[in-house]
């Protein structure tokens, strides 16, 4: 079995019996345990939120006086089935965020911005590797730019990528924007996966940047 792909592997039966939608909540729970990412009572973005286990992770961290924004292609079957609480503070959109209008769509939901903006965007997989990391680079390129529009000034950043070219270019562009920039391998990825995330913390509003380039560089 080893080195092949098991889709239920022991993170997919500890994920259906503690109640979350997916393997991928503990994945959320290692970057939160490493960087502190979610807070209580913060506002948290999570693009390409479905089946909704990083909702529930991140819902649960933020608490009753926080906000949890979702969205993805595909719609999200009600989270308080699945026995872990009703998720008041969660909502979740139906959107592609190739879309102009979504980026309008999320600010109105939360005007003051977000403290946290997570992407675990995925694209459908083809197997080739680098038809795969060129797409993926391309969402996490929207993933950033909704950042840049709609991350508080200190915010975090998490970005799901596959390595190649875009992903190195990408890292050297979202470098200045962040005090702390890196790219993480997580121990709950499938081993079979060659994904990592960029995780930028300290995020840099446009209107300091200059003050605080200067002032880190
Ligand atoms: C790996 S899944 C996310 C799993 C999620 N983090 C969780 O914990 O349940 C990746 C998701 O990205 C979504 N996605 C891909 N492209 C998208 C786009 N352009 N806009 C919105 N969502 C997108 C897919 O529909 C898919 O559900």
Redesign the pocket.
Same mark, same amino acid.
């Given at each position: 079995m080893s080195g092949k792909y098991n889709r239920k592997d022991h993170l997919y039966t500890k994920a259906k019996e503690e109640g979350f939608? $997916?393997r991928? !909540?503990y994945k959320l729970l290692e970057l939160q345990k490493k960087y502190r990412i979610l807070r209580r009572g913060g506002r948290v973005l999570d @693009? $390409?939120?479905? #089946? %909704? $286990?990083?909702l529930q992770v991140a819902g649960e961290k933020v608490g009753p006086q926080g906000l949890v924004v979702g969205?993805? @292609?595909?719609a999200i079957e009600d989270l308080s089935n699945a026995g872990r609480g009703d998720y008041q503070n969660v909502v979740a959109l139906v %959107?592609?965020?190739?879309d102009e209008c979504s980026l309008q769509r999320l600010r109105e939901l939360s005007p003051d911005g977000f403290d946290t903006v997570l992407s675990?965007? !995925? #694209?459908a997989l083809s197997g080739i590797r680098f038809r795969d990391a060129f797409l993926s680079a391309e969402?996490v390129g929207i993933a950033f730019s909704t950042a840049q529009q709609l991350l508080k000034n200190g915010g975090s950043f998490v970005a799901k990528i596959f390595p190649g070219e875009e992903a190195d270019e990408l890292f050297q562009e979202m470098k200045g924007w962040f005090v702390r920039l890196e790219r993480v391998e997580l121990g709950s990825t499938r081993k079979t996966s060659s994904e990592f995330y960029l995780v930028g913390t300290s995020f840099i509003r446009p209107n300091t940047q200059g003050e605080e380039i200067s002032r880190i560089g």
């Open positions: 939608r $997916g991928a !909540s @693009l $390409g939120c479905f #089946p %909704g $286990g990083w969205i993805d @292609l595909k %959107g592609d965020m190739r675990d965007m !995925s #694209p969402l």
